[in-house]
């Protein structure tokens, strides 16, 4: 099992914004949100599209290339054209360090 690796600050993160960082050779989308911090690769399923590029609505995080949407805790479609999830990652805050399982 891979450790947890520090990605950001917690202050990096706007509530309920988008920040992008990249782990090993993974781009991952993190989401802030109610005060907790979710962690997506940041690739849409449907047309590898960035993320990172769209917006949070609730607990979902909408693609703007063609309005998919995916559901932050579990990656899972929530709005076609996407049927196939996304990766997300284990999450935790340590102190104001937001750190990733990859």
Same mark, same amino acid.
């Given at each position: 099992m891979? #450790?947890?690796?520090? *990605?950001?600050?917690?202050? !990096? /993160?706007? #509530?309920?914004?988008?920040?992008? $960082? @990249?782990? !090993?050779?993974?781009?991952? *989308?993190? $989401?802030?949100? !109610?005060? &907790?911090v979710y962690a997506l690769e940041d690739r849409c399923s449907h047309e590898e599209f960035p993320l990172s590029a769209g917006e949070v609505t609730g607990d979902q995080i909408t693609c703007v290339l063609h309005g998919a949407r995916f559901d932050l805790a579990s990656g899972a479609p929530k709005a076609l054209p996407a049927v196939l999830p996304v990766r997300t990652f #284990?999450? &935790? /805050? @340590?102190? !104001? #360090? $937001? @750190? $990733? &399982?990859?």
């Open positions: 891979s #450790e947890f690796t520090t *990605v950001a600050s917690l202050d !990096d /993160i706007p #509530e309920s914004g988008l920040k992008t $960082v @990249q782990l !090993d050779s993974i781009n991952l *989308v993190l $989401v802030k949100r !109610d005060g &907790r #284990e999450c &935790r /805050i @340590q102190g !104001d #360090e $937001v @750190q $990733v &399982r990859l």
